[in-house]
């Protein structure tokens, strides 16, 4: 009965286990040479194909479509109009706004507010009017006149003695009600602040106006292509609805998501092979351009979306059309290195490959670098040509 020997040499820093054959059956060992060469990790992924400066674009004010000007697949330029839709308020809008703006300066500049201009121009007061009349300073009030000068009629006749200065005073009171009563006349300055209040307030109205006029109509932002058209003349729109999206077609990305584990490997920049789905047999070339920092959870799957860019874009490719990505996570060119399968690695992280020396397999504590998909990088502990277990 053959018995087993287990022998312990220390060779260095690394650590062989001897284990003695015995006379046991099963399976002959599969052996595999440590060999110099390449060895890239990759994660892959599905996404789509997706414009890299796209925009969703909606009317501002909502309202019936009179006209849509462009169709899908159409190529436009910045400031073209895209889509309308029926501007007959708005338009009132405006010119009530300008009338109303051009009574209010007509008042200013006449410097009152009781003419028919500033009657007109009164319609456009706002809080700014009341707060300005508000905050205006109270007269001070008429002096009652004493007991030796307040005579009865009888003794001394009005009719016969000139105007005192409290009289004129009074009969000079602001005709526009602003005072108190009597008192020193203030109601100048009050009634330019106001109607200049007037004026601004037209002004903040018109503007107004024109915005909601601008907002009737979509005009494309970038250089594009048509890429949606939600609805035609005669729809009803919905203020801030997407009804046209228009994209860069020039610069065209692959949107894909990956998993936690995969997107913790991936950076911007890194390097990585597009196919796509109508083609299996073709690869371009692309390169990491985004990677989202938040995650979308799926059937308690975490997930993270990455967009893959595209050196030259495919001359047929569509927007939304399917492929697959492999990113490069990690590479390292002309290294000793094993399969994956011939490396174990235990919960401490220290990693093991079994090594045929003579009539003998011994266990071998190794550093690895890269772990990729098909080999791993052996940094220690392995030379050129040895026979590793597989």
């Known amino acids: 009965m053959a018995t087993g020997v287990i022998g312990v040499a220390l060779i260095g820093a690394v650590t062989t286990v001897a284990v003695g054959t015995g006379g046991g059956s099963g399976a002959a060992p599969t052996y595999a ?11 892959g992924a599905a996404g789509n194909v997706t414009s890299a400066d796209s925009r969703d674009l909606a009317f501002s004010t909502s309202g019936t479509v009179q006209r849509v000007y462009v169709k899908v697949g159409a190529k436009v330029r910045a400031g073209a109009r895209l889509a309308r839709v029926d501007q007959t308020e708005a338009l009132e809008s405006v010119a009530a706004a300008r009338a109303a703006l051009a009574a209010a300066e007509a008042a200013e500049s006449s410097g009152s507010g009781t003419t028919s201009s500033g009657a007109a121009a009164a319609t ?34 009005p009719s016969t003695r000139p105007s005192t200065p409290q009289n004129t005073r009074t009969s000079r009171a602001p ?39 601008a907002g009737t109509v979509i005009k494309a932002p970038i250089d594009g ?39 913790a490997h991936i950076r911007v ?95 071998r504590t190794v550093k690895v670098g890269v772990r990729g998909d098909t080999y791993v990088e052996i940094t220690s502990g392995l030379s050129k040509g040895e026979r590793v277990v597989t």
Do not use: C, W
């Open 33 to 43: 040479t440590v060999a110099e060469g390449a060895v890239t990790a990759t994660a």
């Open 124 to 157: 456009t007061t706002d809080r700014a009017t009341i707060a300005l009349a508000a905050y205006r300073p109270t007269a001070s009030p008429t002096p009652t006149p004493s007991a030796k000068t307040s005579t009865p009629s009888s003794t001394k006749r």
């Open 175 to 213: 005709a526009s009600g602003n005072s108190s009563g009597g008192g020193t006349p203030q109601g100048g300055t009050t009634s330019a602040a106001q109607l200049e209040a007037r004026v601004i307030q037209a002004k903040n109205t018109l503007t107004q106006a024109e915005r909601a006029l």
């Open 225 to 263: 292509t048509v890429l949606a058209v939600n609805g035609h003349a005669g729809d009803t729109a919905s203020a801030s609805s997407t009804f046209i999206t228009i994209g860069d077609l020039n610069e065209l990305q692959l949107q894909a998501t990956f998993s936690q584990n995969d997107v």
């Open 269 to 363: 920049g890194q390097e990585a092979k597009i196919t796509l789905s109508t083609d299996s047999t073709k690869t371009y070339a692309g390169s990491v351009t985004h990677v989202d920092t938040n995650a979308t959870t799926s059937d308690q799957l975490v997930k993270y979306g990455v967009m893959i860019a595209f050196d030259d874009v495919p001359s047929k490719v569509l927007i939304g059309q399917s492929g697959t990505v492999s990113v490069t996570t990690a590479s390292a060119a002309d290294v000793l290195h094993v399969p994956s399968s011939a490396v174990r690695t235990a919960a401490n992280g220290t990693s093991t490959v079994r090594v045929r020396q003579g009539d003998r397999t011994v266990t």
